[in-house]
């Protein structure tokens, strides 16, 4: 499958699945849109990119920590580093075992100890001679409930 022919299916397949997108200014990408998912009132915010450089789709979500849980996060990492340093840890490796790229932007060490989570990225890139309206579904579905679980995790 071409770039030109992927962007058409992902807009077909968003339509037909209700999914509300918008297209975003983007000089590095065929096609950049931003999609809420799932469609629902509660609906997150998506990034979904075919960059101009690379035969694949990139569906990835960025999450901001909100100050308040931050400042949690703070609190118990003084009241038990080690017990933070193990839920880092355990987070590592659940999101290693989700099958998709992240990143977790930790705020800098105080005594050997991180910070506490500020953002995290989860992506996952689909190749297109392997897309298809089910692998490109699946990948929506998959980043949003690794990044649900993360969330969960975080509360």
């Known amino acids: 499958m071409n770039k030109r022919d992927a962007a058409q299916a992902v807009r077909n397949w968003l339509q037909s699945e209700k999914l509300e997108g918008r297209d975003v200014e983007d000089q590095q990408a065929h096609l950049h849109m931003h999609v809420k998912y799932p469609p629902s009132k509660r609906g997150h915010l998506f990034n ?7 035969d694949l789709i990139l569906v990835y979500s960025v999450t901001r920590v909100d100050e308040g849980q931050q400042e949690e996060m703070k609190k118990y990492s003084d009241e038990s580093p080690n ?35 500020q953002a995290f990225n989860l992506s996952r890139p689909i190749w297109l001679d392997g897309l298809t309206q089910n692998e490109f579904m699946h990948t929506m579905r998959r980043v949003w409930l690794t990044k649900l679980s993360l969330i969960h995790r975080i509360k």
């Open 83 to 117: 017990d933070w340093k193990k839920w880092l840890h355990d987070s590592r490796l659940d999101l290693t075992r989700a099958d998709l790229d992240w990143v977790l932007h930790v705020g800098e060490k105080v005594n050997e100890v991180p910070g506490p989570l």
């Open 48 to 54: 979904v990119v075919i960059p101009k450089n690379r």
